[in-house]
């Protein structure tokens, strides 16, 4: 079918790479092909999968064209998952075929094997002529078109009308799968007064068609999970087909949700994150644009799925920072999950206790619904918040554990309560360096510190995953023994605690001791079980456990996410600090959570303690407002890089001299990054600031437009930033 007569149409087809728009194909005699379509292409020496996004008659067309080889085994994509896609595309000023590669990650593996038929729905012809009376009998079962017009002992050329009408129609012959269908009418919590109000004001905003976002605000523990499982059940009972999607920012956290959202509905949701086996993956992809998969709990790439009947999206833990995507395609899960909602025209629920400044304002703006709870359900206080100044009571020499946080650890033990101490770093030592020549030990190409690791006696660039062993000399001035570990990371932390404390059961919960989502969902049960006295976590723990045993929460260094120049920085700072503090004392008893700062006088550590949030946003809210940055204003960021330094100068300056000049908008830099080598690339950031009603990606399309950069340079735009590295 190589080539092109003219007589066909022409199929836009739009690949999962990094190319500025879809390329035409020639569509075969007989194919019939429809937006949406997953179909393989031939692309230089290769065969490639991607999707109709057009078809146009070849009128004009005068140069041959490759023909499209087939469909792929895989379900059409939903015009409203490609429209979403192309819209995530402009939105990030990136190429639509990013999007598209993570929609049909799900498809990795596919082959290109035209498994598909005709099949007859039962509707008659207009014109029954007797070679389309014969078609329609011989399609009883799927067959490919060549197939049911031999069955038939017809041309072709007979299929074309009975499609357009109607009678014959393309089903995929796939394996399908069974999914155990979830029973919304088992019985769920019965809510409190508040919790209560919040559902049923939420599942008054289920309307079909209709887009509507609210925000659930409630402290840790007051129900926010019950809520929206009742929301949930809400909408699959309103409407048998309806499909509900779950976002949660970690697989850690996943697995403590699905297990309530099987214990609800009897049956278990469709999971989706880089956990799920590839065959799995595809028969989920193909249950999600079936419509079978009722409920999907993922990760921020489900956003892409190609649900066939969305009636409602959740973005819990909405404001974590873990939603936005900084690799290859730059996005904001809970930004595009309102986006989604607004093309599916269905609800979108943010859920947090600690919102984002850019969901409460659009809260407070009335944008969205507000909807609060205030107390912890059944009467379960909030734990007690102190600070504990280390400049009044410092830890020992080359220890970081202050005697006022050792003392209550030692009562905790004594009262047979579970301590959990949080440090978010992981490793040994955030840094290694020769005592004899003050060499720090970097990666060869990336200008980051190497973290010793100590259980695996490795010294990692953790931004890169580069790792070597650690040397038993100064790679700088060969001195032996010289080698000493600067600060510390949960592994020294553990290590001091089991100096201190050499009778308890210890466990140290990080990226690297729970490499498997297995491991980790052992470690936890093992904590909630109460078989661990103490544990030392990264944030990956912070996040949604119930450890009914917990009592005491210490953070070990409060003041770390504050350092760096990152505008949330003492947003993020509170947000993390109050959700790890949150764990303590879920149950019946008081929790107590002593915090560790050189910065006692911050608003930050001031908030925290006295529990107020609200003040806190709201100076925090103030000083944005007044520096113009988000959420009152826009940020784009700008990232050339090039192998070596003169080269990335070069497309910096160049850019800044194409730089937009108009009222509204500024464009600071270009300066290095602080992160100015990253895997051999040299760096240069330049950064968009603009006021709100700047349409940024006009601007930066038209910006970008007028710059031709050389080869080996690569630019990369991150709409609204969150890292400054
Ligand atoms: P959040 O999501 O706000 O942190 P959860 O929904 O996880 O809160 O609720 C905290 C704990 O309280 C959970 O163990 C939950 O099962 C329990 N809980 C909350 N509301 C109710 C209720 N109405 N009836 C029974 N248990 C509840």
């Given at each position: 079918m190589e080539g092109f007569d003219g007589a066909g149409r022409i199929a836009q087809v739009l690949l999962p790479l990094p190319l500025p728009e879809a390329f035409d194909y020639a569509e075969p005699e007989g194919m019939e092909l429809a937006v949406g379509d997953i179909v393989a292409v031939p692309l230089g020496p290769r065969t490639i999968g991607g999707v109709v996004v057009g078809l146009r008659g070849a009128l004009g067309v005068n140069r041959p064209l490759r023909a499209v080889s087939g469909w792929l085994e895989a379900p059409r994509l939903p015009e409203k998952t490609l429209e979403f896609l192309q819209w995530a595309a402009k939105y990030a000023v990136d190429a639509p075929g990013q999007p598209l590669a993570i929609a049909l990650r799900g498809l990795r593996g596919a082959v290109p094997r035209p498994r598909f038929g005709l099949i007859a729905t039962g509707l008659a012809p207009a014109r029954p002529t007797p070679a389309r009376l014969k078609v329609l009998a011989a399609a009883v079962e799927p067959l490919a078109p060549a197939a049911l017009a031999r069955a038939a002992g017809v041309s072709a050329g007979v299929l074309k009308p009975l499609i357009a009408e109607g009678c014959l129609e393309t089903v995929m012959t796939t394996t399908r799968s069974t999914l155990a269908a979830p029973d919304p009418g088992l019985p769920g919590a019965s809510l409190n007064p508040s919790q209560a109000a919040a559902a049923h004001a939420l599942c008054a905003m289920l309307r079909p068609g209709a887009f509507a976002a609210a925000l659930l605000d409630g402290v840790t523990g007051s129900g926010k999970t019950e809520v929206y499982l009742e929301v949930v059940a809400h909408a699959l009972r309103r409407d048998p087909a309806a499909q509900v999607l779950v976002l949660l920012p970690e697989i850690a956290l996943t697995h403590a949700v699905i297990d309530r959202f099987e214990k609800r509905f009897g049956a278990a949701p469709v999971e989706w994150h880089s956990g799920v086996s590839s065959p799995r993956r595809r028969a989920s992809f193909e249950a999600v644009a079936s419509g079978e998969a009722r409920i999907v709990v993922g990760a921020r790439s489900a956003l892409f799925l190609p649900f066939k009947r969305l009636a409602l999206i959740i973005v819990d833990e909405e404001h974590d920072n873990a939603y936005k995507q900084e690799d290859g395609f730059i996005y904001h899960a809970r930004d595009l999950a309102v986006t989604r909602g607004r093309i599916e025209g269905c609800a979108v629920v943010l859920a947090s206790a600690t919102p984002s400044l850019e969901t409460l304002s659009n809260?407070?703006?009335?944008?969205?619904?507000?909807?609060?709870?205030?107390?912890?359900?059944?009467?379960?206080?909030?734990?007690?918040v102190e600070l504990i100044d280390l400049r009044l009571t410092p830890p020992a020499p080359g220890a970081w554990l202050s005697p006022p946080l050792i003392e209550a650890m030692t009562s905790a033990l004594k009262a047979g309560e579970q301590t959990l101490l949080f440090l978010n770093r992981r490793g040994y030592a955030p840094l290694v360096l020769c005592r004899v020549c003050g060499e720090r030990l970097k990666a060869p190409d990336t200008d980051s510190w190497l973290v010793e690791h100590r259980y695996t006696g490795r010294l990692v660039c953790h931004l890169t995953g580069f790792s070597m062993p650690k040397p038993k000399a100064c790679p700088h001035c060969g001195a032996v023994g010289s080698l000493v570990s600067i600060g510390p990371g949960v592994e020294r932390v553990e290590e001091e605690a089991r100096l201190l404390f050499p009778e308890a059961r210890l466990a140290v919960f990080s990226s690297d001791t729970t490499a498997d989502p297995a491991a980790a969902r052992q470690l936890i049960a093992d904590m909630a079980?109460?078989?661990?006295?103490?544990?030392?976590?990264?944030?990956?723990?912070?996040?949604?456990?119930?450890?009914?045993?917990?009592?005491?929460?210490g953070v070990v260094d409060a003041d770390l996410g504050l350092r760096g120049g990152d505008l949330r920085a003492a947003e993020r700072t509170y947000q993390l600090l109050h959700q790890v503090g949150g764990r303590a004392g879920r149950a019946e008893r008081p929790g107590r959570v002593l915090i560790q700062t050189y910065m006692p006088e911050q608003p930050v550590m001031r908030a925290l303690a006295a529990d107020d949030r609200d003040r806190f946003l709201e100076a925090e809210a103030a000083q944005r407002r007044d520096a113009h940055l988000p959420p009152f204003a826009r940020l784009a960021a700008l990232i050339v890089s090039a192998p070596d330094a003169e080269a990335a100068d070069f497309a910096a300056r160049a850019l800044a001299r194409a730089a937009p000049h108009m009222p509204g908008v500024t464009v600071l830099g270009p300066a290095p990054a602080p992160l100015a080598i990253l895997r051999g690339r040299h760096r240069r950031r330049l950064l968009l600031q603009a006021e709100r009603g700047v349409n940024v990606q006009a601007v930066l399309r038209e910006w970008l437009g007028k710059v031709r950069l050389a080869g080996a340079t690569r630019l990369q735009v991150d709409i609204d930033p969150y890292s400054f590295l």
């Open positions: 809260a407070q703006s009335g944008r969205y619904a507000w909807l609060r709870l205030a107390d912890r359900h059944g009467g379960a206080g909030m734990p007690r079980a109460g078989s661990y006295d103490i544990m030392v976590a990264t944030q990956s723990a912070a996040k949604g456990h119930d450890f009914p045993g917990l009592a005491l929460v």
